[in-house]
């Protein structure tokens, strides 16, 4: 099994560690022969052989079987080239570890059969240890012995954004449970969001001690919030989660979609890199994170649709936009879509590689 | 009938038209007594009224009725005493008109039988004149005379919301194949949406002509866009729409959510009123729409299902937000939730009068 399709001709080839690789080094914001590029959901429905993989399994149970996740986790490192992996899993697999009873269902996501609404439903919010993710840490260590000198990035999902699904009961357009919650018992608010911030660490503790080289925390729906709402009621819980990881040596990354008003708070959480969705460019979400902070992003995955020529142009847009940082990963400022032609993310990386050579 | 529970004490009796109503005035910068409150989707399945008469009515054929259009944009007017009414209607409504064959799915939204995704679709969309919505005529007719002073704002969406139900063929999280659109074939996106801006424009020219004091145009998703997208694809016909409608003699509100970057660009438009989601603090929003327009907004919807004393405390934030503007229409930042206790939206309305009065 090779990592990449050009593992002869990819930059990233003259990396000898993930700890030392361009993506690692982008993340910290040293200087790098060239930008770094993954895209969000990678792994997943815009991959044949992942559809083929996939067939006739349900994505919980795919997320709990480490070499079909080790598989699926490779399979864009190997077509694409790019410099990094991230762990295939659902953003929900570690609160089903926890005790909550949830289906995630194609078309739909998580539903959740209880869902959390009151101080007694936290109360049966369990913490996390090893054992009861012990199918990570095992599809970690698969991927760090294949994945050579390319880093792997663990995943979890931020406090609000698994206390959404878990107090709605599913996905939502407006989190309006959840924020009703939020404003009515903010006392069971900060108990929740403690607790999934407890076993947020604990899972992406898993996932560096089993050879994770960085980590993401997808704070996917915070966007959905005001500044100040944000700043009360979430901001000191993903604080938790990234201090705690502070002395794990791992860059920490900080994303979330919609972000225009978070981008200042969301850098005081505390990672190293912010990601940023395409609404805000590169140059302006910097001066909003600090001069201290790199930054991730920010393609409009629906740019994936459009005809070469004009992705072209607006990858170079991104890349010149990307130098106001002190380091810059490309990638979308969301996940891939189905609907997107694998061989063009193939050729986006390519792209990004040339462009960016320094 | 009369027009509201409240007639003999709510300020904004004291006015002897629509046309130098507290609402009229707030939106042209004019100094008012007091600031003026209505809501988006004020009329609508929060009112058990609405909900009542609706039934065993589809949502479109309920739009071609007059007389049931009259009562139910009345009912809120009734209820809560707010500061104007909007007409009921549907963002399809005038491309039904025009041609397109749709219906209205509850729990679902518009759904397009063939979507509009080639120059020969475009073709097909005919312009429209008064014959084709005499109902919405009839409607402002009736409510102009039943509502006295009560100013009426009448009800379009913009070209790129249209456009997206359109080419998507319903409701769309991500707009991609819209955006595919845009990106692919410039020329016959360009040519919807100035067919587009020609039916919005004539269906806000009936209701003015009607009587209408007001209007405001809904462009709900353009916040999925970058703003250079914006300035490319979308601003030149929604710039069609306002200045077509600057002799009307009426003020004119653009709205939009999640428009934190788009607010500049978004008032270059050509609105006298920027409606701004919660998202954005109303005094930063002053700075980005400039110093010669008022705003509308921002109190989240998900707010009113909080306790009282916090609905208060941020009723009481917006109003001190909106003094930065030269004009303030109190407002959410987006529609009414269905779940919403009507008795909070009357008391809001109550409290924004006594807070702001002058």
């Not at 992003?297 to 170079?316: K, S, Y």
């Given at each position: 099994?090779?990592?990449t399709?050009?593992?002869?001709?990819?930059?990233?080839?003259?990396?000898?560690?993930?700890?030392?690789?361009?993506?690692?080094?982008?993340?910290?914001?040293?200087?790098?022969?060239h930008?770094?590029?993954?895209?969000?959901?990678?792994?997943?429905?815009?991959?044949?052989?992942?559809?083929?993989?996939?067939?006739?399994?349900?994505?919980?149970?795919?997320?709990?079987?480490?070499?079909?996740?080790?598989?699926?986790t490779?399979?864009?490192?190997?077509?694409?080239?790019?410099?990094?992996?991230?762990?295939?899993?659902?953003?929900?697999?570690?609160?089903?570890?926890?005790?909550?009873?949830l289906?995630?269902?194609?078309?739909t996501g998580?539903?959740?059969?209880?869902?959390?609404?009151?101080?007694?439903?936290?109360?049966?919010?369990?913490?996390?240890?090893?054992?009861?993710?012990?199918?990570?840490?095992?599809?970690?260590?698969?991927?760090?012995?294949?994945?050579?000198?390319?880093?792997?990035?663990?995943?979890?999902?931020?406090?609000?954004?698994?206390?959404?699904?878990?107090?709605?009961?599913?996905?939502?357009r407006?989190?309006?449970?959840?924020?009703?919650?939020?404003?009515?018992?903010?006392?069971?608010?900060?108990?929740?969001?403690?607790?999934?911030?407890?076993?947020?660490?604990?899972?992406?503790?898993?996932?560096?001690?089993?050879?994770?080289?960085?980590?993401?925390?997808?704070?996917?729906?915070?966007?959905?919030?005001?500044?100040?709402?944000y700043?009360?009621?979430?901001?000191?819980?993903?604080?938790?989660?990234?201090?705690?990881?502070?002395?794990?040596?791992?860059?920490?990354?900080?994303?979330?979609?919609?972000?225009?008003?978070?981008?200042?708070?969301?850098?005081?959480?505390?990672?190293?890199?912010?990601?940023?969705?395409?609404?805000?460019?590169?140059?302006?979400a910097?001066?909003?994170?600090?001069?201290?902070?790199?930054?991730?992003?920010?393609?409009?995955?629906?740019?994936?649709?459009?005809?070469?020529?004009?992705?072209?142009?607006?990858?170079?847009?991104?890349?010149?936009?990307g130098?106001?940082?002190?380091?810059?990963?490309?990638?979308?400022?969301?996940?891939?879509?189905?609907?997107?032609?694998?061989?063009?993310?193939?050729?986006?990386?390519?792209?990004?590689?040339?462009?960016?050579?320094?």
């Amino acid at each position: 099994m090779t990592t990449t399709t050009s593992g002869d001709t990819a930059p990233h080839a003259a990396s000898a560690t993930p700890a030392d690789s361009v993506f690692v080094q982008a993340c910290r914001g040293e200087p790098v022969p060239h930008t770094p590029v993954w895209f969000m959901r990678q792994a997943g429905r815009s991959l044949p052989e992942y559809r083929e993989l996939r067939s006739g399994t349900g994505m919980l149970q795919a997320c709990r079987q480490p070499e079909l996740v080790a598989e699926i986790t490779l399979q864009p490192v190997r077509r694409h080239g790019v410099d990094a992996a991230i762990l295939f899993s659902d953003i929900v697999v570690p609160v089903a570890a926890a005790g909550v009873e949830l289906d995630i269902v194609a078309g739909t996501g998580p539903v959740i059969a209880d869902p959390v609404r009151s101080a007694a439903d936290v109360g049966r919010l369990r913490r996390i240890s090893l054992d009861d993710v012990g199918f990570v840490d095992e599809a970690v260590r698969l991927l760090v012995a294949e994945l050579g000198a390319t880093p792997l990035i663990g995943f979890a999902g931020a406090p609000f954004t698994l206390a959404s699904y878990l107090v709605e009961g599913g996905p939502s357009r407006t989190h309006a449970r959840t924020k009703a919650l939020m404003y009515a018992d903010p006392e069971t608010w900060h108990a929740l969001c403690a607790r999934l911030a407890e076993i947020t660490v604990e899972f992406l503790r898993v996932q560096v001690a089993a050879g994770a080289s960085a980590v993401q925390l997808f704070d996917s729906w915070a966007g959905a919030l005001s500044e100040a709402d944000y700043r009360r009621y979430v901001l000191p819980h993903s604080v938790t989660v990234l201090h705690s990881l502070a002395d794990a040596g791992v860059p920490r990354i900080h994303f979330g979609v919609g972000t225009a008003e978070l981008l200042g708070a969301m850098a005081e959480a505390g990672a190293d890199v912010v990601g940023v969705d395409w609404r805000t460019p590169l140059d302006a979400a910097t001066v909003r994170v600090g001069p201290d902070r790199s930054v991730q992003g920010n393609l409009d995955p629906c740019l994936l649709l459009a005809p070469w020529p004009v992705i072209e142009t607006e990858v170079r847009r991104v890349l010149a936009e990307g130098l106001a940082a002190p380091g810059h990963v490309f990638n979308l400022g969301h996940g891939v879509l189905p609907e997107t032609d694998p061989e063009v993310l193939t050729r986006v990386v390519e792209l990004v590689h040339t462009v960016s050579a320094r």
